[in-house]
């Protein structure tokens, strides 16, 4: 059995990042491209590897036009000059037109996802990990879904993350159309129907490349522990039965596991500009008494320092969020509470946004409920002046509002599914435990339950309240950071370089 490197070398691809550390090469400030929490991650994940002297690479897509926007200050003869020194670096940009001129990881159109995953992919296999040589490989998501079969085909341990449940699909000639020679590792990737040789496979077999990743790496994780139960036990009808499957396999082989994402650094009150008045845990009283009223006079509320605030900070999508949960019962909510003054606040754009402004609109809740367009600015200000965070999601792959809130001393009122289930615990004031209000019975009943219980806290004597926020601000600073999170993949990186690999015999 061969001896692991003293310091592996490890290839993260990614088709989404928000920074990189400066070390990493010359290009590193002017790389963001995000559209969700993948990004988030792996900038945390490659920063933390790099800080602790590794010999971490990334691959990523050459997004032209959005890494020229961030760069804009930077005249282009030295972007130029910049790149020119690119291959010394540890940072490599994947070069294709299909993502050249976009101003979004993805495109709206599926045809055009395909072409960008394909290129992308085509670029990693050709050029990336033969200049790397990487010891280890780690893919994010359906856009590095074929890469775990190269890796296997040439007897290098892949990590595969599923960050979201999305995939595509493309016969092995489509793909081989792009450039990627699948017929080196066809056997390794997972088809619609079970072809017995190449040339069944082909043209009419289609290739799911979110189950290939499944299938051909050699350790799978999700961002969240409980997700991937709720995937294996078959609780969540969404998830393709192919992709169900595999995740089984690899879950009862030992070869998958749950790590949850961290929010973004930035989220901290204590240095978030974005708020009226910074606070930490020792002075959130009055830090967040002035957030609040700051808070209500811009959106019109009535100016109340003791009105207890519920903040909804995510996309009004009734799929998932459980926005239609909350709608049937906001007027009999308010209502109930009108003496204390309940108030609720939207920062969340979706389609779901203009019932909730009829219902404000049909019952003159002016003055109690605001309904606004998303905006940075606003919703971390309305972090740090709310009371409760609203979150009645249907399932939940991760989530990250819920580990915001807590750090501002806005405490969770959710539905316990997938990554909330990992994140939030029932508020038990006497036992000096838990940081949020949970039901598990999901429907407007159990969420009009779960908010009783977080007025029941709100009415409980201020020191006792005021005690229990400062302890979960303070436990969820130093529980939910990237610190953590990168962490959980460098043990889980030591662990596959440790496990002896069974290579192809193809």
């Not at 609109?361 to 200000?381: I, M, S, T």
């Not at 229990?468 to 990237?482: G, K, L, Y």
């Amino acid at each position: 059995m061969e001896t692991p490197p003293q310091n592996p070398r490890v290839l993260i691809v990614t088709p989404e990042v928000t920074y990189l550390p400066n070390g990493m090469g010359n290009v590193a400030n002017y790389l963001s491209a995000k559209a969700g929490g993948l990004a988030d991650v792996s900038a945390a994940l490659i920063s933390a590897l790099f800080e602790q002297g590794a010999d971490v690479h990334v691959a990523i897509p050459d997004y032209r036009e959005m890494f020229r926007a961030k760069a804009a200050p930077v005249l282009g003869s030295q972007l130029h000059a910049i790149r020119e020194k690119m291959p010394q670096d540890r940072i490599h940009l994947a070069e294709d037109r299909a993502f050249f001129y976009m101003n979004n990881v993805y495109s709206n159109y599926s045809v055009e996802n395909l072409k960008i995953g394909l290129a992308f992919q085509r670029e990693v296999i050709n050029n990336v990990v033969p200049r790397v040589k990487p010891d280890l490989i780690h893919c994010n998501d359906w856009m590095t879904g074929l890469l775990p079969g190269m890796a296997r085909q040439m007897c290098v341990p892949a990590l595969f993350t599923i960050h979201n449940i999305h995939t595509v699909k493309a016969p092995l000639a489509q793909i081989e159309d792009r450039g990627i020679d699948a017929a080196y590792f066809w056997q390794h990737l997972y088809y619609e129907y079970v072809p017995v040789e190449y040339e069944d496979a082909r043209e009419s077999n289609p290739v799911d490349f979110l189950a290939s990743g499944v299938f051909a790496a050699h350790f799978v994780n999700t961002v969240s522990p409980t997700f991937l139960r709720e995937i294996v036990e078959g609780r969540h009808p969404f998830v393709a039965p192919a992709l169900q499957q595999e995740l089984a396999n690899k879950y009862y082989s030992g070869c998958a596991s749950g790590i949850l994402n961290a929010p973004d650094p930035s989220f901290d009150p204590v240095t978030d500009t974005s708020l009226l008045q910074t606070y930490g845990p020792e002075n959130h009283v009055a830090g967040k008494q002035e957030n609040k009223i700051c808070l209500q006079r811009n959106l019109g509320l009535l100016q109340d320092p003791d009105a207890p605030i519920f903040f909804w900070p995510h996309r009004l999508d009734p799929v998932q969020k459980g926005c239609q949960i909350l709608a049937d019962i906001l007027y009999a909510m308010v209502s109930k509470y009108w003496n204390d003054t309940l108030q609720i606040v939207f920062v969340a754009n979706g389609e779901f946004q203009r019932h909730f402004l009829d219902i404000v609109r049909f019952h003159q809740l002016q003055k109690r409920v605001a309904v606004c367009n998303f905006d940075e600015g606003l919703a971390r200000l309305a972090y740090g002046g709310s009371d409760f965070m609203l979150m009645p999601s249907s399932f939940e792959p991760c989530g990250l509002p819920q580990m915001i809130a807590p750090i501002y001393g806005s405490l969770p009122v959710a539905n316990d599914t997938g990554g909330i289930h990992d994140t939030v615990s029932m508020m038990e004031a006497d036992k000096n435990r838990g940081n949020g209000f949970l039901f598990d019975v999901y429907g407007a009943t159990g969420l009009a339950w779960a908010m009783d219980q977080a007025m029941n806290f709100y009415r409980l004597p201020a020191p006792v309240r005021h005690a229990q926020i400062e302890r979960v601000m303070r436990e969820s600073r130093a529980t939910f950071n990237h610190a953590a999170t990168a962490r959980h993949y460098m043990d889980l990186y030591e662990k596959m370089l440790d496990r002896p690999l069974i290579c192809s015999a193809f």
